[in-house]
């Protein structure tokens, strides 16, 4: 039978988990980094409607009515989530399938649909293997925790996604940083940590190569020079530049000009350009069944419905498709931005750095108020401490004067 201790009448150890919860929050707020959901009522691609019921930062208006806006938040660049030919092929997976895949891919969870969708992502990418996860937050984290361990290195740019930093966590490896974008840093760590190195010890070059919220490129072909020089594995994060770049969207590796290796790991989600929900992991030979035996946030988990994976597969169908005519839309609206507001972007996302929390969100709130814009407010510890700012992505669907718009607020308050 389980002893439980007399009640005894000395101070509590530690707080309810309620008072602890309240308390935790009343701190955030206090430094204007409390968060709440934003509830979406409808959307009609680039429209978003936010519903009456939102309060606190997620409000948007000070009134709490319902707005309709001109959605520059999501990472729709293709407003492929809208897409006829996407949404057809998700009902034809329900009819064919059910609404869940029922098992775990090991199990009974892999359906005719997973199989296709990885040829299919073979063919269109030419690495020789592709393994579909639930998420690029899942694929990251797995897939860096099967490659390393204990008593191996990964380097990672600053500004990484925090699946990968989480995926570094988990793997229990050394996590070393360098400077956004700094690759003179990257080349005398890797220089350093050579001096000490052992044989066996694993080294993985990690980075995003479209950063999700500076919207900066990375350089992948000085990464992997490095990466060769040092004998070190290359893990890229091309979650934000699938279907934005290269030939047949194939991603930012494709732009410049890497091709497929024995050690080199490209991880796209379906869940941004893409439109629908998922991502995968190219490799090369061999890494497919690999990962099918070790990885855990692979073998751990309900497999993805039918009806997403018949959604995406008709979105690499689309984007491997000629002419790539919403590509092409959503790069001239990124060419008139550039023009209208003299920027140099170099992709779909613009981030305006203000600097502290209140000022951010000040900003997001004039965007709903003044120019009927969904722009929202990031925040530490997204950013960094000084650099709380709004984040804007641009899509194919948005029209020149929801572009105007956008320009008006960005003078504002660039
Ligand atoms: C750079 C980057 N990597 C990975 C992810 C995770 O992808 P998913 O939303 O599919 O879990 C995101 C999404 O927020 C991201 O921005």
Redesign the pocket.
Known sequence: MTRVPETSTSPPMQPSMADFAAEQLAQLARCHRDRSLRVITSLEVPYIEVGSGNSGDSAGTSDGQAMRLVDFAS?DYLGFSAHPALATAARTGIEAYGTSSRASRLICGTLEPHYRLEQELVSWSGFPSATVFN??????LGVLSALLGRHDVLFMDKQ??A??VDGARMSGCTLKRYGHGNLDQLSAMLDAAQRTRQPGQKWVLCT?SL??MSGHCADLPALQTLAEAYDAWLLL?E??SVGVYGPKGRGLWAAQGLVPSNNLVV?G????ALGS???FVLGPAGFDRYLINTCRSLIYTTALPASVVAACRAAVALVAADPAVRQTRLWDNIETLNQRCGLDLAGPIVYLNLGDEASALAAAKAAVETYGLLVVAIRPPTVPDDGAGCRVALSAMHEANHLETLAQFMTAYQ
Do not use: E, I, V
């Open positions: 990472n998420s690029g937050y899942d694929a990251n990484c996604h699946s990968l995003d950063f999700s994060d979650a934000h991880m989600t379906f869940s941004k929900s998922g991502a």
